[in-house]
């Protein structure tokens, strides 16, 4: 196989964790967003004019639509992140050529054995990508379902829209409750998954061999 071709191939998984992390819910709030805050004539109107009356070709208006996806799942995923890891307290590890991160830091230890089997099995490197890129979309239907939740209940205070909050508020509650539980069944099931391939890999005697190579003060513990 030609190099051009393998280096295409190796974008595909990740052009689809992405689909599946990012765009897939970031359309799903985006969708919400419009279905819930404009009235159907207003709705309408708006899909006539992106997909017919702009004259943009729909090969744009669907790229525009999917980068507008992506830009929204990314920020809301990383407000995700925030709350549900307390990233605000936890620092970028400091990175020396001489010395090793110290693996008794659960994030740290976690991160090494996630790359670990990356390097070792690209096969369940992927299965635990792919878990991971279903998680992040949890925490991106969970924060953007909560913040329209709050809009709407600033619009049903206001007013403007008393005849829909019940009923918007019981899908938001629905939305959200669904997407923690399958966000929690899918942090043990990764979990799980990287210890079976950390010990059927043998990765606990391959690195820790690897690092009586480079040095590393490690007791025997800090690696299983």
Not at 93 to 101: F, K
Request: some cysteine; overall charge positive.
């Amino acid at each position: 196989m030609m190099p051009e071709a393998t280096s295409a191939l190796s974008w595909i998984p990740q052009i689809f964790y992405d689909l599946i992390g990012r765009v897939f819910p970031g359309v799903a709030v985006l969708v919400s967003s419009l279905l819930l805050f404009q009235d159907s004539a207003k709705a309408k109107s708006l899909v006539f004019f992106l997909f017919k009356d702009s004259g943009a070709p729909l090969s744009v208006t669907v790229l525009i639509g999917l980068v507008l996806s992506y830009l929204v799942g990314v920020l809301l995923g990383a407000l995700g992140f925030f709350f549900q890891g307390n990233e605000w307290n936890i620092r970028p590890p400091a990175l020396s050529i001489h010395e090793c991160p110290d693996l008794r830091r659960q994030e740290l230890l976690r991160s090494f054995m996630y790359d670990a089997v990356q390097l070792h099995d690209p096969q369940a490197g992927a299965r635990l990508a792919k878990l991971a890129a279903e998680q992040h979309m949890c925490r991106v239907l969970i924060v953007g379902f909560v913040a329209l939740g709050f809009l709407q209940t600033g619009l049903y205070v206001a007013g403007t829209r008393p005849g829909t909050f019940w009923a918007a508020i019981a899908l938001f509650s629905v939305v959200v409750f669904s997407s923690w539980l399958f966000h929690r069944h899918l942090a043990i099931r990764a979990a799980r998954l990287l210890a079976n391939q950390w010990w059927s890999l043998e990765l606990a005697s391959k690195t820790r061999a690897s690092m009586h190579v480079l040095d590393c003060p490690y007791r025997e513990s800090d690696l299983g």
